[in-house]
């Protein structure tokens, strides 16, 4: 493992597990100062402590990406202990399978609050520190921010309005020389997954997908992928959707 992100400071929300985790892990193997947040304070804790980093180069916090108040605070935090920021990562998410008529209100807001108002506060925030910087934003989206999918209207919403953030944010400020890429997982091996459980009233028939791997992906791949996006490889890559799904989307 090479040292690509050697002494930038990357926050990576989400961090207590699955994408966050691996992602955190990944940056700190490369030699980054990682600021890991997440809504479990024992996971992102657990987090840290895989990384064997003295206190000054990883950093372990509670925060509910809901709360823009709780944002400014963590990106002011990082801000101050490190005098900037580099990279942001806005990993956290929720999503779940339900039909239309029984999504609920507070199912509809809280994804809208966690996948997109979350990752809106968190670089709002940390914008004026990467323009300093010439940073870099990655936000983890799905291939349901690039497609319809049935059973999953707030979680598709939410995610198709990640996207939007995503393109947005990369042409406001591209030429201030902050790139704004985002990742787009397909099927993967995390804890995630347990809240797209099917029941007896789903018809399998209408959210069938296809995939040209018989497996599904690691937390690892996905994290190698946010990485390379971040890093000074992808110098030229702005506004860039990278699909990481064997396929799925492809046809």
Same mark, same amino acid.
């Given at each position: 493992?090479?040292?690509?992100?050697?002494?930038?400071?990357?926050?990576?929300?989400?961090?207590?597990?699955?994408?966050?985790?691996?992602?955190?892990?990944?940056?700190?193997?490369?030699?980054?100062?990682?600021?890991?947040?997440?809504?479990?304070?024992?996971?992102? $804790?657990?987090?840290?402590?895989?990384?064997?980093?003295?206190?000054?180069?990883?950093?372990?916090?509670? +925060?509910?990406?809901?709360?823009?108040?709780?944002?400014?605070?963590?990106?002011?935090?990082?801000?101050?202990?490190?005098?900037?920021?580099?990279?942001?990562?806005?990993?956290?998410?929720?999503?779940?399978? !339900?039909?239309l008529g029984e999504e609920t209100d507070e199912g509809?807001?809280?994804?809208?609050?966690?996948?997109?108002?979350?990752?809106?506060?968190?670089?709002?925030?940390?914008?004026? =520190?990467?323009? $300093?910087?010439?940073?870099?934003?990655?936000?983890v989206i799905s291939t349901a921010g690039l497609q319809?999918?049935?059973?999953?209207?707030?979680?598709?919403?939410?995610? =198709?309005?990640?996207?939007?953030?995503?393109?947005?944010?990369?042409?406001?400020?591209? !030429?201030?020389?902050?790139?704004?890429?985002?990742?787009?997982?397909?099927?993967?091996?995390?804890?995630?997954?347990?809240?797209?459980?099917?029941?007896?009233?789903?018809?399998?028939? +209408?959210?069938?997908?296809?995939? +040209?791997?018989? $497996?599904?992906?690691?937390? $690892?791949?996905?994290?190698?992928?946010?990485?390379?996006?971040?890093?000074?490889?992808? !110098?030229?890559?702005?506004?860039?959707?990278?699909?990481?799904?064997?396929?799925?989307?492809?046809?």
């Amino acid at each position: 493992m090479n040292n690509r992100f050697e002494n930038k400071r990357v926050f990576v929300s989400g961090a207590a597990s699955g994408m966050g985790r691996a992602t955190a892990l990944r940056f700190a193997a490369e030699g980054a100062r990682v600021y890991c947040v997440d809504l479990d304070q024992d996971g992102v $804790e657990a987090t840290v402590r895989k990384m064997e980093r003295g206190s000054d180069e990883a950093v372990a916090a509670r +925060l509910d990406v809901t709360s823009g108040d709780a944002c400014r605070s963590a990106i002011a935090d990082v801000s101050a202990r490190w005098g900037g920021i580099d990279v942001l990562c806005n990993v956290a998410g929720v999503g779940g399978i !339900r039909a239309l008529g029984e999504e609920t209100d507070e199912g509809w807001a809280l994804a809208m609050a966690v996948n997109a108002n979350g990752p809106f506060y968190l670089s709002q925030a940390a914008m004026p =520190h990467l323009v $300093e910087s010439r940073g870099v934003i990655i936000n983890v989206i799905s291939t349901a921010g690039l497609q319809g999918q049935a059973y999953m209207s707030s979680y598709v919403a939410s995610k =198709h309005a990640l996207l939007g953030l995503t393109r947005t944010l990369a042409l406001e400020f591209g !030429r201030q020389g902050v790139r704004v890429n985002a990742v787009c997982p397909g099927g993967t091996k995390t804890a995630f997954l347990q809240g797209f459980q099917l029941d007896d009233n789903i018809d399998m028939g +209408l959210i069938a997908r296809t995939s +040209l791997l018989d $497996e599904m992906a690691e937390p $690892e791949d996905m994290a190698a992928s946010i990485c390379f996006l971040a890093s000074a490889e992808a !110098r030229f890559a702005n506004g860039a959707i990278l699909s990481v799904d064997g396929g799925s989307v492809a046809g």
